[in-house]
């Protein structure tokens, strides 16, 4: 029996061999872990402060990857604590797997605070074979952060108009709202963060925090007014375990103009001067028509901090005239376009105001359209008339226009456009210098 019992012993050494020696420190993968946050009463903190929470959900886990499970019976687990005063890691526990389990919970529950730990794995006949090397993690105060109110300091309210002067300042109100973190080792701190609710790739704005207050109930921060456009807006707290507070009503903010659409109409005095080609000038011995008006009109419901953008129609009419001692020549030259518009709108401070007012708006248009020569007919002596030319013919037109605006609405219109007809005899670009008079309604 002593000789079975010692060939048993001798064949398990030699078939374990093999697995001690394939496995070295390479070999062991950390694949993660969890250090579950713990809810903790501050000193300064009430009661009603703190995130109630099952026992569950205060467990500390640590997990990590093993390639060879089969060959593991247990492993060892040696957690140290960072000392900040001496500077250094001391140990503070060790535990074991009941198993090959390649996790296990923290138990005691450990405070707030750095630590690190190494895994050591035991082979089957339950001797060392694998030490890991040592792996960081933290265990952070957990304050679920909550946010009761947000308005703008300006006007007080959680929407914000780009008519009016902002220099994107907020207010929040909750509970749990700590300061940032300021350097690696804080363990009790709140992150937070702005997300376009219309923004379908969800960027996320980094806010400045100006000051926490209230016994971390209130705090201000600031945006660059550049990064906000018209949207709603959701504030986040995140606090250092990863708890966010809620997204809610509460929480949201709103950027928008204070009328969602704008109407343009103005009509003025157009004068057209035909550069190319020849023909008119030839017939009529004039590039020039001064007998002319021009209307137009936009509808701008796309409304952006950057601009506006919209539809037009714009259409002019002049009156074509000549004399000559063989004959006389009239009619009519009517374009109209349908145009996509651009407006940038500039407004400037009131004086002892929040107001701006709205001074400018530079417009960039082009469409496609017709350019219409209607009822151009010859008179000769003796009551001979040519038969009339009425011809419709595809154009296109391009411009731009400022306009300055004498009161909220009534404005005066500087544009000029070019329109490129196409015929089949002839090659007609004309120059639309203009002048009008507008209400935006």
């Known amino acids: 029996m002593d000789f079975r019992k010692c060939l048993l012993v001798f064949s398990i050494l030699f078939f374990s061999m093999p697995i001690c020696f394939a496995q070295n420190q390479e070999d062991f993968v950390e694949k993660n872990y969890v250090a579950e946050t713990v809810d903790l009463e501050s000193e300064n903190e009430e009661i009603e402060d703190v995130e109630e929470t099952t026992v569950e959900d205060k467990w500390q886990q640590l997990e990590w990857e093993e390639e060879n499970p089969e060959f593991v019976q247990y492993y060892e687990v040696i957690i140290q604590k960072y000392d900040e005063e001496f500077v250094a890691y001391s140990e503070i526990n060790r535990l074991k797997t009941e198993d090959n389990s390649s996790h296990i919970r923290i138990q005691p529950l450990l405070p707030p605070g750095y630590y690190r730990f190494k895994v050591i794995t035991y082979d089957l006949i339950g001797l060392p074979s694998v030490e890991s090397e040592w792996k960081t993690f933290s265990i952070y105060k957990a304050f679920k952060p909550q946010v009761n109110d947000i308005s703008s300091k300006v006007n007080g309210s959680s929407t914000l108009y780009l008519e009016?002067?902002?220099?994107?300042?907020?207010?929040?109100?909750?509970?749990n709202l700590f300061e940032t973190s300021k350097n690696e080792k804080d363990i009790q701190f709140t992150k937070?963060?702005?997300?376009?609710?219309?923004?379908?790739?969800?960027?996320?704005?980094?806010?400045?925090?100006?000051?926490?207050?209230?016994?971390?109930?209130?705090?201000?921060f600031q945006l660059n007014m550049k990064d906000l456009d018209v949207g709603v807006y959701d504030f986040v707290a995140e606090d250092a375990s990863g708890l966010k507070s809620e997204s809610n009503n509460n929480s949201i903010f709103t950027v928008k103009f204070k009328k969602k659409v704008d109407f343009d109409l103005s009509a003025g005095y157009v004068l057209p001067v035909i550069l190319f080609d020849d023909t008119i000038n030839h017939y009529m011995g004039s590039n020039i028509w001064p007998l002319s008006g021009t209307v137009k009109m936009s509808f701008m419901p796309f409304k952006r901090s950057?601009?506006?953008?919209?539809?037009?129609?714009?259409?002019?009419?002049?009156?074509?005239?000549?004399?000559?001692?063989?004959?006389?020549?009239?009619?009519n030259l009517i374009t109209a376009h349908l145009n996509f518009v651009y407006q940038l709108p500039i407004r400037f401070r009131i004086k002892n105001s929040e107001q701006r007012r709205h001074a400018f708006s530079l417009e960039l248009h082009g469409g496609i359209g017709a350019t219409f020569f209607n009822d151009v007919q010859f008179h000769f002596s003796h009551n001979i008339d040519s038969e009339k030319l009425n011809s419709i013919n595809l154009s296109f037109d391009v411009g731009g226009a400022v306009q300055v605006y004498i009161t909220s609405r009534l404005y005066a219109e500087i544009g000029v456009d070019f329109v490129m007809a196409f015929m089949s005899d002839m090659q007609f670009g004309v120059l639309h210098p203009s002048v009008c008079i507008g209400w935006q309604f």
């Open 164 to 175: 009016e002067v902002n220099d994107g300042i907020f207010s929040v109100s909750g509970r």
């Open 192 to 220: 937070y963060f702005v997300v376009n609710q219309n923004d379908k790739k969800q960027n996320i704005l980094v806010p400045e925090i100006l000051n926490v207050e209230n016994n971390n109930r209130k705090i201000e």
């Open 306 to 331: 950057f601009g506006y953008f919209g539809v037009g129609l714009a259409g002019t009419y002049s009156r074509l005239f000549a004399e000559f001692p063989q004959y006389k020549i009239d009619g």
